[in-house]
């Protein structure tokens, strides 16, 4: 059982280009979360999936998109990476919506955007 | 929009010493939760609280909810090594939506043996 595994670990891109984060999880969860960890801040919600087929914007969504492609699979999309895009990327998931759902988080993806 | 504050930004302790922190809010929040996150990892949930006034224990950690319902402590006994990492605070204004979870800035837990 591997929870919720991220590819890849660390990238660098340059400004204007474009990539896909890779999230998957194997626990047969329905809901599905991307977040953005900066120095000094919170995690930050950019989009979710709270069931297969759904996708909703979240907190900070400008500049990405998602898809979810089955029940195990949620990527995220950078088309034209920005600076400000420089942080860490974690996926998470959990069994159902709602608070009494505990999320897992992935190991998270270091992007750097020059 | 609304923010989360935890206090104190890091702290190093002893090896044996309690620590205790807090995350307060100027609103109001149903649902609070705490994170803990290892280095070059991904938080992992450590407890879970949902009453005012609530008391949560999970081994050496407790956690409680606090009574305005702006603010929650979380306290560690007898510190060990491998209690070192960033504790984030998480409150939840809404109980169904998780588009509105709030995380906290973090603490960060140094333990010197």
């Known amino acids: 059982n591997a929870g919720v595994t991220q590819t890849p670990k660390f990238q660098v891109l340059k400004t204007g280009q474009s990539m896909t984060l890779q999230c998957a999880q194997d626990m047969n969860h329905n809901s599905m979360y991307w977040y953005r960890q900066d120095p000094g801040m919170g995690l930050r919600l950019i989009y979710y999936s709270a069931s297969e087929g759904t996708t909703d914007k979240g907190e900070v969504p400008n500049g990405y998109n998602v898809s979810r492609l089955n029940k195990r699979e949620f990527s995220l999309r950078l088309e034209s990476a920005a600076p400000s895009q420089t942080s860490v990327y974690f996926c998470a998931s959990s069994e159902g919506w709602g608070s009494d759902n505990e999320q897992f988080f992935g190991p998270g993806t270091r992007l750097t955007v020059l | 929009g609304q923010q989360l504050n935890q206090s104190p930004q890091s702290m190093f302790i002893q090896e044996g010493e309690d620590v205790s922190m807090n995350c307060t809010s100027s609103s109001i929040f149903n649902t609070w939760l705490w994170y803990k996150q290892d280095p070059g990892e991904g938080p992992v949930l450590l407890i879970a609280?949902?009453?005012?006034?609530e008391l949560t224990s999970n081994g050496r950690l407790t956690a409680q909810f606090g009574i305005t319902r702006k603010d929650s402590f979380l306290n560690i006994s007898a510190s060990i090594p491998s209690d070192v990492g960033i504790y984030f605070c998480a409150g939840q204004p809404l109980r169904v939506s998780y588009d509105k979870v709030i995380f906290g800035p973090g603490t960060s837990l140094s333990v010197i043996p």
């Open positions: 609280l949902y009453k005012a006034g």
